[in-house]
Every structure is written in structure tokens, then in C-alpha cells.
């Protein structure tokens, strides 16, 4: 991923971007020779604070294979984009995309014991479902326990986070607030998402208070073939 110096997000920014309920990426490991990589989606557990990320997939997954031969992934989340037209950036007119990035090089451990695989589990639900806190994985207790063996649990050591806020903090202030108005105007699939980052960016530039509506705005749907940059 190509990162410009105006793009690059810093670490306490990447945080709170996904904090704000971004836990859902693209796991990639490296295929064997002559072929692509494995592409994996998923959601994920992510201490920061750790240095890990946490995530299990099922045990036929195809990705165990490419692990256990170049432990080495990436797992990428993407979110907050949008196509922006020629028309509204100015001579030469160049369109391109908005997109918020945040990409960790990782090396994986592959989690194959029960007690391990529960643990994993736990703090997911925990995570993804707070409100059933009851709700416990046990190695060999039903519900759940007798599952275990149908997956496996991935811990991923983090060792590079690369992030990129892509919003056209390059251009001047008053041309990027402009088209923050285009986007509220256009108001399509991931615009008001583009639109608040667009503008938590632009105050940070001016050394104005951030916005405090920065999360992730939900769209009626998303849009398809959204152009890549």
C-alpha cells in the first residue's frame, strides 16, 4: 500500500478508526508457488495494547496450509470510501478515491488445543457479544465444548501497522472542505463515512477541534466496483 506523507495516519488515529467498531478485515497469507495469495475475510479480536490480534476460522479453511508453510500475513481493513468525480477537484480534473486503510504485518500461531481454542472464543464473545455474558466456551461441556474440534484458533503478533487516511489533505483546506459539501450533497453508499473522515482530517490540518461525529455512519447499502486507488 502506497502511502503518501499526507496520508499516513498515526497511531493514536488508526486506533480510534477502528475502535469505533471496525473489526472486520482481510486476512492474506502467502500461497504456494505458482499461485495467488489465500484471502481469508473475517472479523478479529484486536489488543493493541498486546501487540495481537485474535481470530478463529474453520479447520477445512484452506488458510492452514499456507500458515504452516510462511507463518508471515497481513490483515487489512478498509472502510469509509468513496469515488470522487474530476468535476470536483479542480484543473486537471483527476478523479479518484477516498479511502481510510490500516494494514498489520503479522506473524501467525496456529491454536490447536481445546484450552487454547476456548480461550480465543471467550474473548471474542466477550468482544462481539457483551450482553450474553453467560454465554462461556468449555473444552468438552455442551453447548459449545464438542465444536472445538471443527476449528482452529489464530493469534497473530503484530509487527508493523501501516495506516493511510486518504482524503485529499494535500490540496488546501478551504478546496477539501468544498468537496466535504459535494459528498454531504451526493450523500450515497459510503459518503457520509468519506465525508466525516474528510473533515476530521481537514480540522486536524487547521489545528481546529476534531469533529466529534467521526464513527462510522451505516448506508442504506454499498455500493459495488468501487474503483481502487
Known sequence: ??????????????????AAGRDFGLLAANGPPGHGPVL????????????EILLHLA???PIWAALRADPQVTLSVTDDYAFAPGTWRGAPGT????YASVQFACTAEIVEDAAGKAAILNR?????????PEVRVTPGAEPFGP?????????????EVRAKFKYDDKK???EQRAIAGLLAERAQGLDPGARAQLLRRNARRAGDPV?????????????EGCPAG
Open 172 to 174: 488546501p483546506a478551504a
Open 147 to 159: 465444536l472445538l474440534t471443527g476449528l482452529r484458533g489464530l493469534r497473530l503478533t503484530v509487527r
Open 59 to 61: 479447520a477445512p479453511n
Open 1 to 18: 500500500m502506497l502511502i503518501r506523507s499526507w496520508d499516513r495516519g498515526d497511531e493514536s488515529e488508526w486506533r480510534e478508526w477502528l
Open 95 to 98: 478523479p479518484t478515491s477516498y
Open 211 to 223: 469533529p466529534a461525529r467521526t464513527q462510522r455512519q451505516e448506508p442504506a447499502a454499498r455500493p
Open 40 to 51: 481469508v475475510p473475517t472479523h478479529f479480536l484486536l489488543d493493541a495494547d498486546a501487540g
Open 124 to 132: 471474542q464473545l466477550a468482544h462481539f457479544q457483551p450482553e450474553s
